[in-house]
């Protein structure tokens, strides 16, 4: 499957309700197991926000080594690389910590339902 960023967006990827309409184009087949290529050309500014909601947010669902695989992004320029790494590098943080508390949170249950 290929999305042509710039026809379903515009020329600019920087809110979150761009990036939460890409996400709803790409979830589904990717977590199907299809690969997705989302080809950035002509798309000139870029913000966050788009790519938080977009990308950074598949993180909850797919393995980031799974999302290398199966996610083919083309023609970002050097700016929108910079920002989605930093939105991806984010989320596993966040996502990691989110698995960690929920970890947690059961071993706090299961211990009080043993008391």
């Not at 379903?8 to 299809?34: C, D, F, R, T, W």
């Not at 690389?81 to 996502?95: G, R």
């Amino acid at each position: 499957m290929k999305i042509i960023a710039r026809e379903v967006i515009g020329a600019n990827a920087i809110s979150m309700q761009s990036g939460q309409h890409i996400y709803e184009l790409i979830a589904k087949p990717l977590l199907g197991g299809e690969t997705v290529e989302v080809d950035f050309d002509s798309v000139e500014l870029f913000a966050s926000p788009f790519f938080n909601a977009s990308i950074g947010l598949l993180i909850k669902d797919v393995n980031i080594n799974e999302l290398k695989q199966r996610l083919v992004i083309t023609n970002l320029n050097p700016v929108g690389k910079q920002l989605l790494n930093h939105v991806i590098a984010n989320a596993i943080k966040f996502y990691e910590k989110e698995a960690n508390a929920d970890e947690n949170l059961q071993i706090i249950i299961k211990n009080a339902e043993d008391r």
